[in-house]
């Protein structure tokens, strides 16, 4: 008689686990008979289930062979030994002589040195490991390659109740804490200051599957099918919209979004997992779960953006099957957690979110710049938030430190909640200093404006107490659109911002983008180093009929009112000599053809590299107005990438030699009676815009928020005393001027923060 076939398929050993997945027993026990069915179906002397209790420790947690006094005793960490290793590489251990295999590590406690055979594979759900899941033998065996898949199989199911809470309970012996319960603290960095407490909102919402095993192989198939002909029928609509040219990028990406929803391939796969008992959303995760493995390990940007396309099609296809409604209510105090968020995507929120929190993103994001638009609190690089907060959860996001609690515990809540009361009284007492002027006790006036860039910005121009709009950025209006906005409609909104402005001057940038900045509809330039790439006057001077486009816009929004525009990015007088001619060549236009002219039109220049304070003395005479773009000057003086954690925390505002140079520039406009600004995020830090004044500036412009806080600290200080203090340090010898001058506030009663 044969001996029976070593490896049950893996739709037999779901059907037997398939009751006790549904039995209504304890954790423990749940567990403890889990490893027995598979032990036996699977013909191993040992099955066991090691489950992460932490970020750095596995724990064992139910076995059948090893010694059961072991479990909640034995732990491991990360690395350590073969299940450590399995759940550090996210890979597979397959052995046939486990302990002479490397990185083997004895546990005494458990009695498995006397197991030779060795399959651990992990369990883990979307890429992210969440225990191993460990078969053994006394006798040396190489397991098959229909054990490993039948294995893998197996945890993908305890991955799911793993997630589902199926083997945690308060009375159980199962003393890991329940799967999102445990409060999270996350260091983030800072995209826009503010501090809320709201509900958790996720932009893509876990699923969490009930059944994750199937006894209707076919019914599931069908449902497969049914998905994918309604996605496939959502990308061909996407596809099918006048917004989506065949020239443009989010063609591109829809094309191929088409293109893997008919992948014969992909498909396969998951109708293998359904053939195996797998439900069909537990069979698309099992897909997208290795299509993360693969994405981890790739280098190349093409083939990762590639998978990332694949990805984003799984979680959709994973919402049609689960029939998740991509209508959800909204909480009244949202906080929107997301991996990565389009500037589009957020004004749709819009100003009913309390707060967002980006797993990815950048400083200087389009999501940023609306959310500083929007006053809402936001940080980015929240590592892992997307994984550990589910929706209804309460968290903290505290913008101004670039902090995240996650189901805070009360003492932090407590915390919190009296800084937010510090910051309200803080705002009541700069209220008060609305319709008073920036003068410092010296006398000096400095003249505050704020930074805006939608039409929701423009309501904080008199409740901030800002004087005009120092930067109002032209470019979001193209960024969270599908194709160029129209002249008419570029002329409409100019005329609706100037209206809001109520009499005020308002500063219009005319297009910065390029960089970072790449439009839907633009097809990304492949640059090494798009920073210092085409981009801003640069593509404007080569694409002509975009920039004549634009003032012709601009030209006619004014409507008779006085009209103040800037060029982004120049590097050399030339650059703005031609753009300059451009600007003239559109008046004269405008004149011929009987167009109502701008009562007066000032043409200025951001500073935002070294080299135009070098320029000759004929640009300073030329340019009716200089505005210094410190969030890229200092980039390019430090020669240090602002999206770049790594460096750009190294180089500070108040260093001496920074502090000099913007002190130069004021001096050579000066000279020629050129008024010059300094307009970015440093302009709002209340210390930071104290130096500039004391350097000479006497115009800053800033995001609303910040006006108050800059005023209050303008009118307690003589800032030729401040000016002395940075000399000194200067003279001194020293890199920066932040600890004496930040000692000199402290001594006038100030807070430096």
């Known amino acids: 008689m044969n001996a029976p076939a070593r490896g049950a398929s893996s739709r037999v050993l779901l059907q037997k686990l398939r009751d006790v997945l549904a039995s209504r027993e304890g954790a423990q026990e749940r567990l403890d008979k889990i490893v027995r069915v598979i032990a036996e179906t699977m013909e191993t002397e040992v099955c066991s289930v090691y489950l992460r209790r932490d970020e750095r420790q596995l724990e064992l947690c139910a076995t059948k062979g090893l010694n059961a006094d072991a479990v909640h005793q034995t732990r491991l960490k990360l690395g350590q030994?073969?299940?450590?290793?399995?759940?550090?590489?996210?890979?597979?251990?397959?052995?046939?002589?486990?302990?002479?295999?490397?990185?083997?590590r004895y546990m005494p406690e458990t009695g498995e040195d006397i197991y030779s055979g060795f399959l651990g594979v992990p369990i883990q759900r979307l890429g992210e490991c969440l225990g191993v899941l460990v078969v053994q033998n006394k006798e040396e065996r190489k397991f098959s390659e229909d054990d490993l898949h039948g294995l893998e199989i197996i945890a993908m199911v305890i991955a799911e109740m793993t997630e589902a809470g199926a083997f945690t309970g308060e009375e159980e012996p199962m003393r890991l804490a329940a799967t999102h319960t445990n409060p999270v603290f996350i260091r983030a960095v800072r995209g826009q200051e503010g501090v809320a407490e709201g509900t958790v909102m996720l932009h893509d919402p876990h699923i969490v599957i009930a059944d994750p095993v199937s006894d209707d192989p076919e019914a599931e198939q069908t449902r497969l099918h049914h998905a994918l002909q309604r996605l496939r029928g959502e990308v061909d609509r996407m596809l099918g919209t006048e917004a989506v040219s065949e020239q443009n990028e989010a063609a591109e990406i829809l094309q191929t979004y088409a293109m893997f929803a008919r992948d014969r391939g992909w498909i396969t796969r998951i109708e293998q997992g359904i053939s195996e008992g797998l439900a069909a959303e537990v069979a698309v995760e099992k897909e997208q779960s290795a299509i993360r493995q693969r994405m981890a390990r790739m280098s190349d940007p093409y083939l990762r953006e590639r998978f990332h396309d694949l990805d984003d099609l799984s979680n959709r296809l994973m919402r049609l099957l689960s029939g998740q409604s991509a209508n959800r209510e909204m909480p009244d105090d949202a906080i929107l957690v997301a991996r990565n968020i389009g500037p589009a995507e957020l004004l749709d929120y819009g100003k009913a979110l309390s707060g967002v929190i980006l797993e990815e993103g950048a400083v200087s994001s389009h999501a940023v710049i609306v959310a500083r638009a929007l006053a809402i609190p936001l940080v980015v690089q929240a590592t892992r938030i997307t994984r550990d907060a589910v929706d209804g959860d309460t968290v903290l996001i505290d913008g101004d430190e670039g902090f995240v609690h996650l189901r805070p515990e009360d003492s932090v809540r407590t915390a919190f909640r009296e800084k937010v009361a510090m910051r309200e009284e803080a705002q009541q007492q700069y209220a008060a200093l609305r319709e008073l002027p920036a003068t410092a006790r010296c006398g000096s006036t400095v003249s505050l404006n704020m930074n805006a860039g939608l039409m929701a910005d423009l309501p904080s121009l008199e409740g901030s107490g800002a004087e005009g709009v120092g930067l109002y950025r032209t470019e979001l209006q193209f960024l969270i659109r599908s194709k160029v906005p129209r002249r008419s409609e570029q002329a409409a909104l100019y005329s609706r911002i100037l209206d809001a402005g109520q009499g005020k001057r308002v500063v219009f940038r005319t297009l910065d983008i390029g960089s970072d900045k790449v439009l839907p509809y633009m097809r990304p330039a492949d640059e090494p180093n798009p920073a210092l790439g085409w981009r801003a006057i640069r593509l404007g001077l080569d694409r002509k009929g975009v920039m004549r486009m634009q003032l012709q816009s601009l030209l006619r929004g004014a409507n008779g009112r006085p009209l103040a525009l800037m060029f982004p990015m120049v590097a050399q007088f030339d650059e703005y000599r031609e753009a300059r001619e451009l600007v003239l060549n559109e008046i004269e236009k405008e004149r011929a053809l009987g167009h109502t002219l701008p009562s007066n039109v000032e043409i200025g220049a951001m500073l935002e590299t070294p080299s135009l304070a070098f320029a000759p003395d004929a640009f300073f005479k030329m340019v009716d107005f200089v505005s210094i773009g410190g969030?890229?000057?200092?980039?390019?003086?430090?020669?240090?990438?602002?999206?770049?954690?790594?460096?750009?925390?190294?180089?500070?505002?108040?260093?001496?030699?920074?502090?000099?140079?913007?002190?130069?520039?004021?001096?050579?406009?000066?000279?020629?009676?050129?008024?010059?600004?300094?307009?970015?995020?440093?302009?709002?830090?209340?210390?930071?815009?104290?130096?500039?004044?004391?350097?000479?500036?006497?115009?800053?412009?800033?995001?609303?928020?910040?006006?108050?806080?800059?005023?209050?600290?303008?009118?307690?200080?003589?800032?030729?005393?401040?000016?002395?203090?940075?000399?000194?340090?200067?003279?001194?010898?020293?890199?920066?001027?932040?600890?004496?001058?930040?000692?000199?506030?402290?001594?006038?009663?100030?807070?430096?923060?």
């Open 631 to 753: 969030n890229d000057l200092k980039q390019f003086f430090f020669a240090a990438d602002r999206e770049n954690e790594r460096v750009r925390r190294r180089y500070d505002t108040l260093n001496i030699s920074y502090l000099s140079f913007i002190g130069q520039i004021v001096d050579r406009c000066t000279a020629h009676g050129t008024p010059v600004s300094f307009c970015g995020e440093d302009a709002g830090r209340p210390t930071e815009a104290a130096c500039f004044a004391a350097m000479g500036l006497r115009t800053l412009s800033m995001r609303p928020a910040s006006i108050g806080p800059v005023k209050h600290m303008l009118r307690q200080i003589n800032l030729d005393d401040l000016r002395r203090v940075i000399d000194g340090a200067a003279a001194r010898g020293e890199q920066s001027a932040r600890p004496v001058v930040e000692a000199w506030l402290r001594k006038q009663g100030l807070e430096t923060s």
């Open 81 to 104: 030994g073969l299940v450590g290793r399995v759940a550090q590489s996210g890979e597979p251990v397959n052995t046939a002589n486990a302990p002479q295999t490397k990185g083997f």
